[in-house]
């Protein structure tokens, strides 16, 4: 995950690469769903238009016990307004200092996603997609297909 500067330089040296969507552009820039909501300026980025709009609900959980097996772990799950739902389990790493370290807490995190995930979603191989990918295959199926084909989305298997 990137943020600040270095997101920004990404985004704006990917922007000459991603001419394969420009016929989509127009229909973004017209779309009047985006008309009554601040849109952010990036200076620089101005060939960018919004296509897609994700409100979410989070909630975030942590352990409350220190002698918990799973102490140390938080949990994120997002609601998208489509309904679409996805969980993130992240291991704070205070004091971790050696790679040994590293791989317990993966290993506590994958411990932790198989005791709450359902058996049935534990043996479907099916790549796990994000909000943005959902609302684009539902609400602009040309403009996701033109991000697969472009390599900036992989479909899912």
Partial sequence: ?????????LILDMLPEVTAIESIELECKSNSKYSTHDIPYLEGGEQLVPFARVETFRTCW????????????KVDIDK???????????????????????????????????MITRESERDNEATTIGKLEFVLMKESPDLYNA???????????
Avoid: W
């Fill in 147 to 157: 991000c697969v084909k472009a390599g900036v989305i992989h479909r899912p298997k």
């Fill in 62 to 73: 942590k352990a409350t016990s220190t002698v918990n097996e799973f102490s140390g772990l």
């Fill in 1 to 9: 995950e990137l943020q600040g500067k270095a997101a920004k330089e």
């Fill in 80 to 114: 998208a307004d489509s309904g679409y739902m996805v969980g993130e389990v992240e291991a704070l790493c205070d004091g971790i200092s050696s790679q040994e370290d590293v791989e317990n807490e993966k290993e506590k995190i994958r411990k932790f996603v198989d």
